[in-house]
């Protein structure tokens, strides 16, 4: 059976001590921004099936998606969306085997995010 002694084991490092590095506070928005992608998809899968059910369902559907909280969602899905164009972009230069020193990592994260920002503005813009 396993030695379970925890008195003399030192501890992990506490979120409070641990800073986070761009890698995986890329990679936790990565997450984030993926999932709130999949709530806007489904609520504009809703929006067409309710154009499709009928005036009624379609002025409820509308109604919520036009609503602050769906402009909400849809405008961060926006932003989702250029976050992972950028991400991705990034992911293909590491996959030619460059950009893993440390210097770069950060240079890319930053970019990864001043990039979708700045995507996410124009677009807004452009419409």
Request: charged share 10%; no cysteine; glycine share 8%.
């Amino acid at each position: 059976m396993a030695d379970v002694n925890r008195g003399n084991r030192p501890l992990s490092p506490h979120i409070t001590i641990y800073r986070p590095q761009m890698t995986s506070i890329t990679s936790i928005l990565t997450r984030i921004t993926g999932n709130a992608m999949l709530v806007a998809a489904l609520m504009i899968v809703w929006w067409f099936a309710a154009a499709a059910a009928g005036p009624q369902a379609f002025a409820t559907a509308d109604g919520f998606i036009t609503s602050w909280f769906g402009d909400l969602v849809m405008a961060l899905s926006v932003w989702g969306l250029w976050y992972h164009f950028m991400a991705g972009l990034r992911h293909l230069y590491w996959d030619s085997g460059r950009g893993y020193d440390l210097e770069s990592t950060y240079a890319l994260g930053y970019a990864v995010i001043a990039g979708s920002l700045i995507l996410t503005i124009i677009t807004f813009l452009a419409v």
